[in-house]
């Protein structure tokens, strides 16, 4: 991707993260992954940040196809890295989905895989029978045996 692509891909997770006014430890953490990820230039996520605070960024699909996935997929991650997906970060991740042509039901599928890294790499996870918190790579529950 071209630089301002970049800027501009980061600018769109910014925004998705800060639809909800708040900003986790756990995203700056994936924000990092994310800019290694694409690549970004040292600066680059301080551009979108500017960008978005500046009021006047709109979500922008950019790059090639698998890009655009890629960054709906990381507005996702980063919208319900603090456990919930508040109206106003749906609706950007809705509208961005829509413009890329990736339908609800991929995007729940998204969701779903989010939230399980999410957990896993909290260590959390529940298990399903009994509710109880049980280590992340647990194949059986340590309280109630059952299959997790
Ligand atoms: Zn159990």
């Keep these: 991707m071209a630089d301002e692509d970049i ?6 997770i910014v925004l998705a993260s800060r639809a909800d006014r ?3 430890p756990l995203e700056e953490k994936a924000m990092e992954y994310m800019c290694q990820g694409i690549g970004a230039r040292h600066g680059d996520l301080d551009k979108a940040i500017k960008a978005v605070e500046a009021g006047n960024h709109k979500p922008t699909p950019v790059g090639r196809f698998s890009d ?7 507005m996702i991650y980063i919208s319900v890295s603090d456990g919930q997906l ?14 890329i042509n990736v339908n609800q039901e991929q995007i729940n599928g998204i969701l779903d895989e989010s939230k399980r890294r999410i957990k896993l790499q909290r260590g959390e996870m529940m298990c399903v029978s009994c509710g109880k918190k049980i280590p992340p790579t647990s194949k059986y529950c340590p309280f109630c045996g059952g299959r997790c």
């Design 86 to 99: 508040p109206a106003s970060q749906k609706k950007i991740i809705l509208s961005f989905g829509k413009e």
């Design 22 to 24: 708040k900003v986790n």
């Design 7 to 12: 800027v501009t891909y980061l600018a769109n």
């Design 68 to 74: 655009k996935v890629r960054n709906l997929e990381d």
